[in-house]
């Protein structure tokens, strides 16, 4: 017998708003977190503009002699991890240690310390080495991410990384998910974190030519999906956490629920390191599988929570994908990409769909995406452009993306 998976805590630190609340106004209003790079200097720089968060004290989520030895992202995970445990009624502090036992954490990431590699490589080689953390081992190694939320609640149940690229978030709340569904455990701390506005990774990713170098001077307008005049994705920061709990349990204990996750599908069309398969045959497949698990037709989906990352590439078979999944259906389907919002976090893009949908599904109303004055030819679906939208929603799904040829998705159900 398998449980029911609820959404009982959403928390959510975004480029748009650190918060959930005002991360959710901003998007139904359009307001975009895009802005110039202010974390280093961009002189010499081709792309100078990113989602960074710039409203959240980062020195309240660790310790000032901690921060030197912690990356980035392990701040912003902790504010928005805080925030779904709030929501959700949880306080780990007046928790026995049997109880603790029973919370793991499922955190996706698709840089986790990147950057602060990048950082410790930086000191290393100018000679300022006394400077480099005494924890550039463990701080450095991806799955401490997980251990740092863990350690810092207590929590003793799982404590696992999952780093996927683009999908490393969906797979680890699909993973929590199963997790739970199937009675390993009752509740999970899943989303995700990243934060990769780091010199030598926006100059890596400026050599693969998928990030936009027009909008330099109006940052609010870089970030184009399905636009015909898109030329790249913009990097972005932040943490979208939720609190996932076994549904008569959480109902038991009289939570709020958002929400259900019924289904998650997962592919990889073992094709190339970057681009995507022309024929959109697999992102399609994780769609079909994450509805078949949920038991739905596609007929049954009110909104699509596009993967979206204002790429060349990546919209045109998006696009294709859907249609193949959908049917006739994609043609009266609307969905959005937050990304138009907030850019591209990267591995905590699909938790940051997530949180979109099921705020979608509370208020009735679904955000828009931005910047799309004319959609691509190829791109001829209901984007809902520029304007936010009342919609109705019982049924939805939030897609999935990444570098290695891997696709995901996961269909969530209001309350």
């Not at 609010?220 to 939720?242: T, Y």
């Not at 959005?336 to 509370?362: D, F, T």
């Amino acid at each position: 017998m398998t449980a029911q998976v609820a959404i009982t805590g959403i928390g959510a630190v975004s480029p748009n708003g650190a918060g959930r609340e005002l991360f959710w106004r901003n998007c139904l209003d359009g307001v975009s977190g895009v802005r110039q790079i202010t974390r280093f200097d961009t002189d010499g720089f081709l792309v100078r503009i990113a989602g960074e968060v710039n409203d959240l004290d980062v020195n309240a989520w660790v310790e000032p002699k901690d921060r030197p030895h912690v990356p980035r992202a392990v701040p912003l995970a902790r504010a928005a991890v805080s925030e779904a445990l709030a929501d959700a009624g949880l306080e780990p502090e007046k928790m026995t240690r049997d109880e603790l036992r029973g919370i793991g954490v499922s955190c996706g990431s698709g840089g986790a310390a990147q950057e602060f590699s990048e950082e410790q490589y930086r000191l290393f080689y100018q000679g300022l080495i006394k400077q480099c953390s005494v924890y550039v081992i463990p701080s450095s190694t991806p799955g401490t991410m997980a251990s740092e939320i863990s350690m810092h609640y207590g929590f003793r149940g799982y404590s696992h990384l999952i780093s996927n690229g683009c999908t490393s978030s969906t797979d680890a709340i699909g993973y929590a998910y199963r997790s739970i569904k199937h009675g390993v455990m009752d509740t999970m701390i899943a989303g995700g974190t990243d934060a990769p506005i780091a010199p030598l990774i926006v100059r890596g990713f400026q050599l693969m030519r998928i990030m936009t170098q027009r909008w330099n001077s109006e940052p609010h307008r870089g970030s184009r999906p399905f636009s015909k005049d898109r030329d790249g994705f913009v990097l972005s920061e932040g943490a979208w956490f939720f609190v996932l709990e076994n549904a008569e349990k959480a109902r038991a204990r009289g939570a709020k629920i958002y929400g259900y996750i019924e289904g998650y599908g997962a592919t990889c069309e073992a094709f190339h390191r970057v681009r995507l398969e022309e024929s959109g045959e697999e992102p399609a497949r994780a769609m079909l599988l994450a509805l078949e698990e949920a038991g739905l037709e596609t007929g049954q989906i009110d909104y699509l929570q596009y993967h979206g990352t204002s790429t060349e590439l990546n919209d045109r078979i998006e696009s294709k994908a859907v249609q193949i999944a959908f049917g006739a259906h994609a043609e009266k389907l609307p969905g959005s990409s937050v990304k138009s919002i907030i850019g591209h976090p990267q591995g905590a893009c699909g938790a940051a769909g997530m949180a979109a949908v099921l705020l979608s599904m509370r208020d009735g109303k679904v955000h828009p995406t931005i910047n799309l004055e004319q959609a691509a030819p190829e791109c001829p679906l209901d984007y809902v452009p520029n304007q936010a939208r009342k919609l109705n929603i019982e049924h939805a799904v939030a897609n999935c993306i990444a570098f290695g040829s891997k696709n995901s998705a996961i269909v969530l159900g209001r309350a």
